[in-house]
């Protein structure tokens, strides 16, 4: 039986992928390897965001030439660096063997018995131009706990220093039909969460059926526990997705709402066509009508002249909307985007670095005070996982990761938990019928979390 060993790099929409080539691969009679020297096909679905990513790939794929003198293997590069480099990835790699771009997947069996049978190599990036958009459905052989399905690809916002509108093209919506019977079947295999994937998700347009209509559909499926999205653009969000919060009890009370600067010079030259008082009033608005939510938000630091004070202004921010976490990156300059041509990449590497630090600390410090105040209360936990040291690891309603001694065999269930330590990024928690176990557990240091 051959085997394959699959690599995903970048966000949840190359996660999503990855299962589809999964499955396409499964009934062809593939399994899957952890052990990538004896796969018969190695594949990599990769990212582009960030140019360290891009470099990291590219020495990885690098190592694989002595493998592929040694034994017959097909080497192929899916996602984001596929989609940009296309042909390009031959000159720089000449053992790949297929380069396949994000709208090329359902190919992907073809593409491989085309080179077993005619040892070539073959590149096919070209954007779908169909003006619909239909993903072959995943009907998964497992169905995890807690799953993704994309309902919107691509993205027309351009921010300047963006790359993901060259990767994944302009934006189309899946049909509702679609993406409901998906749900449905996750759910009768035993999915208690869905995360509605897109790079935009509240411009969703299925033929004039918007976001807000979606998650109400969604909302409706029987034995579907919890919903999740991201990433919405604060452009975008505005107070119909306020009263989907308060209206669907299934809708989580987390919103993940990327900013990227707490300056509204940089926003503009971000082309991020909000200001910072229009964010923060959005998010006051729905803390007033939810006021359980919790907040997270993505930011770049040393994006092209941010200045010092700028980059102050982003720390203010952070403060004021007080978040429960946040993603923080160093800009970093991707050709074809509209920053590379317009703007000088001039803040220092040193600087960016020293940046990112002190914004991490004082975010850190806010997470921490933050849980903080949620010690001692009980919270509905959906276990996701057991962690690598034994414990049980789920999320709370808000996102919260928790860890608490318990039965692997509740994995896929939800449990009462008490939140008894808070740490900047999880918890520490006791679920409610282990609570004779805690004097125990209490005795464990928190470092080996
Ligand atoms: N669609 C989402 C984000 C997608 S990319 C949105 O609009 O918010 C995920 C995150 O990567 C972005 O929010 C941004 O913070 C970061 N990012 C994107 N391009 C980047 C770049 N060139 N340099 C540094 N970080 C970047
Ligand atoms: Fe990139 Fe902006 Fe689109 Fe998000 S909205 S994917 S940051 S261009
Ligand atoms: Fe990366 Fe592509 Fe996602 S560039 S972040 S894998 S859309």
Redesign the pocket.
Known sequence: MPSFHLKTY??Q??VYDSARMENLLKPLGYHSTDDMDSADLILFNT???REKAKHKLMSEIGKLKELKQKKEVVLAIG??VAQEEAEKLFRKAPHIDIVFGVDQIDQLPQLISQVREHKTQISLTAFDTDPTFSLSYLIPDRCPTSAYVTIIKGCDKFCSFC??PM??GLEKSRSPQEIIGEIQKLVQGGTQEVTLLG?NVNSYDYKKIYFPELLRKVDQIPGLRRIRFTSPHPQDFNDEMISCYVGLPRLCKHLHLPVQSGNNDVLHRMRRWYTVEDYVQKINKLREAVPAVSVSTDIIVGFPGETLLQFENTLHLLETVNYDFVYSFKYSERSGTRAARDFEDDVPEAEKERRLAILQRLQDRISLHKNKMLEGTLEEVLIEKQSLDGKLQGRTDSFKIVHFEGNPSCIGQFKMVRLDKALPHSFLGTALDQQRSSKVYFQQPASKI
Do not use: Y
């Open positions: 970048g966000c929409m190359n990212c582009t965001v996602g984001c790359i993901v990767t994944r790079q």
